[in-house]
Every structure is written in structure tokens, then in C-alpha cells.
């Protein structure tokens, strides 16, 4: 068998087996605020910056934008936002969170801190050094990608 084909040796396998892990650690620390890793993204791009673009949202958060549809319905039926045409473009809808969206990152705030004791067996530098090179990753792709529509 070629050595390119064996499992063992797929950066990509270990990735998908990694986000699996990630998305199974989140659960219980998000079953507090009734939300998924995908609402939990979208809310912390809120936090950050409210009353915003629903494209500025998908640019930040970098969802798909079928699945932000799907994110944002869940979220306002929930009551942690509202969705709204801007007053300048009645075609541009904005995101801005209500009061109870509001409250919620102070429950919120914990979570971060939750996961980084599951992250015992890494020091920070290596945690540093891994996010850094996660974007240097992400930098190929999106420039493969870009080369891909020339």
C-alpha cells in the first residue's frame, strides 16, 4: 500500500478527529447557555462587536452563510437576538443582540477557562504556537483557494 494513502499518515484525518473531540468537549460547557459551538462562535462575534452586518458576521466568523441562517432562526427564537433590516438599505439585514443575548456572556465567560483545564498537557507558548500555525494553515487554504478562481 502506498505510504500516501495510509490513515496514519493524513494531517486531514487528525483534524476531522480533532474537531470531533473539540465539538464533544464544548457540549456540556454550552449546555448551560442552551447553545451550540456553531451559536457559541456566532455569539462571541457578537459580544465583540454588536449591531452588526449579517455579512460582516459571516466575514468574522467565517460560517457558512446557509448554516448562519439556520444559526441565527435558533438564536432569535431563543431570544438572544434579533435580526433587523438596516435603516439606511432595507436589503441589509443587521444582527444585534437583545437584552438576554446580553446577559449571557457573563455566563457565558467561564467556558474559555473550562477548556483550558482540558488542555493540561499544553503550555501556553504551545498553545500559542499551535493557534499561530492553525492561521498560517488557514492562509494556504484560503490562498489555494483563491489561485483555484483565477
Not at 11 to 28: E, G, K, M, Q, V
Not at 105 to 120: G, S
Not at 122 to 134: A, G, I, Q, V
Amino acid at each position: 500500500m502506498s505510504e500516501l494513502l495510509k490513515l496514519e499518515n493524513q494531517l486531514c484525518h487528525r483534524f476531522y478527529t480533532l474537531s470531533n473531540a473539540f465539538t464533544r468537549a464544548y457540549r456540556p460547557l454550552l449546555k448551560t447557555l442552551d447553545i451550540t459551538y456553531p451559536q457559541y462562535v456566532t455569539l462571541m462575534a457578537l459580544w465583540e462587536n454588536d449591531d452588526i452586518t449579517i455579512a460582516n458576521l459571516l466575514e468574522v466568523t467565517d460560517i457558512d452563510g446557509g448554516a448562519m441562517s439556520l444559526i441565527l432562526k435558533k438564536l432569535e427564537a431563543k431570544g438572544f437576538l434579533t435580526v433587523i433590516k438596516d435603516d439606511n438599505d432595507k436589503r441589509v439585514r443587521r444582527v444585534k443582540l437583545t437584552t438576554e443575548g446580553i446577559e449571557k456572556k457573563a455566563v457565558a465567560e467561564e467556558v474559555p477557562t473550562q477548556m483550558l483545564c482540558k488542555l493540561q498537557g499544553m503550555t501556553k507558548e504551545e498553545s500559542h504556537m499551535l493557534r499561530d500555525l492553525l492561521d498560517k494553515l488557514g492562509g494556504c487554504f484560503s490562498q489555494s483557494a483563491s489561485d483555484d478562481n483565477l
